[in-house]
């Protein structure tokens, strides 16, 4: 890997979420030649997982076996990298450790942006603890006294929150549509690991058609598939449009 | 001209109001060949212009006379064209046919971005009105039934709002900062066109200093002189950073 | 007509707004027995007939004529009742007359329900105008002192406010999701009268099937199309759920 | 009245505004010595009369006129001047008359403070309608080139919004509870001028007994009876507390 | 106790909390039928008992003892079962065993709804936690993996907020007015309990009455005594009004 | 020290916090006779320190301890106290036992005012993580039964938000402009002891003089350095202006 190669970082709480909610923008960028690397913090094993806990005396680590399997299944569809850190769902309980693991990821990625969750998600107190986690380690990443090494190229990078379930209630207003139409089947490829979830298939793929009608309407220019995104932080720009 | 050559409007309330809030962003467009007009809705000639009414006897169409000749030269050392609409100031009260115009406006220079007033300034009734007005004027022109030509290659513009003089009264957020480092020398000597102000310049050199250094600290970048500027629309993009 | 027949009010700025974003409730009060009354403020004469106009030599008022038919052709499949004010669009501009007749609307049906547009679109100024107007005329049918009438029996209603087109850019925030499954075939023969939207019809029926599923989340009770709707007062109520 | 007194300036739409919101600042304000003018926008003679309007054959001059008188009489137990513009009610809408006679007010005062309603009302537009009006004659004051006079002394007063019905549908937030213990039996009496809404009488006091332990809560002091308001522009202080 | 009866819980910080703010639901609900448990996280012993920490030498376990005997006389009044967690107060601190035993519970209730604190409250730390541990706990109990049971019939409630001391400080906004005038008396007699907090006693009678009046003017229908709720989560409805 | 001299207290995250965005009204206050206090919770020791840290072979103690002497010299020059918690920075954790010695400098200072960091900041966790520490202790200290004392004379004082780096991203609005005339040669000579903050040094002289022209057109009296609060709690107060 060239040390000019470009890198996204996706942090998310379980594995639907990065296959639903941003999975276009992670094959995007792959195809564009950027490394992406997506951060699950945890592998959705209680509460994305209704489906595997109907079959009588299934285990925990079974459970979270096979929804590991399916999140590395969909990441390599995607052409990401995934690493796990098995925190928990329903709650989500992220220690000191792994934010320090995550303050490396950013040092070693020095990403061009970071993609988490909405700032608030009344329907799942997990989302926004993960955003809350992918925030503090962004910045701590910048303290130069922070394991101490004057050569760190590091700059905080810009975050873009990818859509909620219900974005209205999650006081989510998008600020970005990300054409997706060339990637769309590789998206749409990646829900279908997903395979006890298939209402959400069709759900998700409304979601992209609709998403990209306002794209095209907001710009005059065509576009098919889009995902919303909110910007967090201020861009610095050398023209306006 | 040529018909590829890029365009952009600014809808202002007063003649100060674009030097001291957009006046880099026209100098840059400027210089990066865009053909860049400015709507100016009044003179200012009654709020804006405390030092001419001190002298007795001053007549309005003097003081009318007096802005428009400083605002044009402004507008001259910028590199823009303006066009002005006479609706008077404190308060601007526009009319249809001050509409109508504005939407030939918008249909001959099919404009890349609109710069206008914040959305609320509870210091000055004619800035939202400024704003109100713009945004009336850009739908207009999308309806295909408002003087009809089905020729006609106009897509509704993304509206950028440039800073109110206390932006947080306002509610104003900026989520773009434009770097106009390479005009900010333009910009300064648009600033000394308007004399009697001379304590605002002092104001708004710090405000673009002030900016700039919040530009370098969101993008790493360095910056020296920067424009805030709020987008109102999602933008369709196809790559993230 | 019964006098004890309940009744609905729907105030919409043009045809399509009542078709694509509420059609469901004026089919479903009408299953169940209310009268349903659209006051149609506009013709969307301008704005919302893009193919009418590409026509060389149409004119205006065969626009509205034909959009009229469509419009009363919409309503008849709802069940409804309709009445246009002719208020132009793009932009919509009310009179006082147009006012007094909207309180008389008020008086004569004491509706249950009164359905209109979101606060606020910054995509289309004519849809809050339209809002504005509604309660304006229901605040004023309040008022003892406007056309005196001792024994009238008025009530202000409550307001629902039916989804725009880009919910999030117009700080919409649904508190309400009605189960419109067992109008949904109506409506969607109602959209088929707009035949120059088709690419519409596949629009809001994805918004209706995404509502649908939400609707059923937050409820428990399996619902597949749904409406969202934003109440604006808060309810008296005699339990809670 | 010397040169020298305080003055303050209070702007409803309505004659029962000014008793139930505000009858306490400006009998406290009179008792402390300031000269308090009431500018009463409307009679309120359609919508806050529904008492007079129940009598066969009542004219609308004879309802304006006993308004009117009631007003008189509450402001004068208040200790206030009063002026009325007859703009109507229900809806309210005021003139460029109106609004020249406005500043005119702001500039024979030079207020201290203005007083008027909340920014939202969705109840009652005429209360925001009222609102706009007040700041727009306070924003035109400031204009040199209105009826140009160098010598004016006027400087732009503090705006504070007294307490809508239902505060928190009106988005309305307090940030001052004024002690209104000493004048306290002043207000109730005024209250007794508007004999048809005795059952306001106990509405406001029961609010003004609230708003008393909520200011005695939030400064450790003792109230008995408060007024709530909301200040819109920053203060200048050279002390915090 | 048949499996059909309908349920409802509430979870406050405080014992004071339940009477204060939502006595009246749980009297209601109980007359209509429903079993009513309140989840009382502490005994309030430091921040709500200053009558009691006056004597000289007093034990803190003699403060919670009659602390907790108050709160179950009160529960009993209303007609509620009631448990305590002793979180403590001042802060109150949950523990995973805590959340643990909450979740359970509502899997134990599956409640019609949940009542709790604002979201927000400046003057209260422990309010807000009490509303994120109920949330976190109603969200826990919808995950199939938490304590595997594929028959288990939970569906995750409506949140209704009910009303805190000062609603325009925490952001709080009404939806709904519970008419409790059938069970007014029943919850007189709970604040009667609170013999230490005789000041409340009227302030919340104040509260009951004004929340009164609005709800009849929401609706149209009279209502004495009103206590407010704010729900959280759109509702999915059969029919608008 | 006279027990009836006036406290205040000012809680900041890092040191360079008290100087930069509060040094004029503690120097201001000292200056009018109160007894001021910084706690001030860590050394900015990893985020604030980038110069230290550019130094091979720096330790912790080390750079905590020239922060230490930093920030004394600058509480020296401002004329207050200072205490440090070593909570520790990027990110800051703080403890029980911190927290209860926070409680006990509330009861021990009785102060008149708390200015702490704004309520959000994106750009550093640690400055919400101060004010909710300062916030939740204040409140603690209001609880009789927190070690218990019938004679203690605490009243929670008014909380101020001092400004933060980039106000409009904090959410951050001023409610006061603090006129610092007086010390603006104190606080300039606290910022010089910062000395590897050079660059910040003009960035706050342009905040403080455009806040200082702000607070003289807010007021329409002269100020030319001012520093921003927004004030947290209503005030209580005996006349309105």
Redesign the interface.
Known sequence: MSSLQKT?LVVTAHPGDFVWRTGG?VA??VK?GYRVKILCLSYG???E??F???K?G?K?ED?KAQRRDEAERAATILGAEIEFMDAG???LRTTEAM?DRAVDIFHELTP??V?THSLQD????DHPEATRFA??AR??A?????K?D?NRPY????V?LFEP?????CN????????IDEVWEVKRRAFEVLAAQQ?LW??YT??A??RG?????????A?TY?E??Q???????????
């Open positions: 996204g923008a995007l960028h564009r094993e209680r509460g997982s209704q595997a806990w109907k009588a299934v925990m459970v769902d329903y709650p934010l061009s942006f993609l009344p329907y799942n107190v925030q503090e910045i701590i910048q303290a130069a006294g922070h101490p004057p700059s905080a990078p810009p873009f379930h219900q974005p209205e209630q989510y207003k998008p600020t970005l549509i990300l054409n209402h069709e759900y409304r979601v058609l609709n009608m306002q794209g095209g309407r907001n710009s005059g220019r576009m889009g919303a995104y910007r967090l932080f201020p861009e610095a720009v050398e023209v306006l449009a």
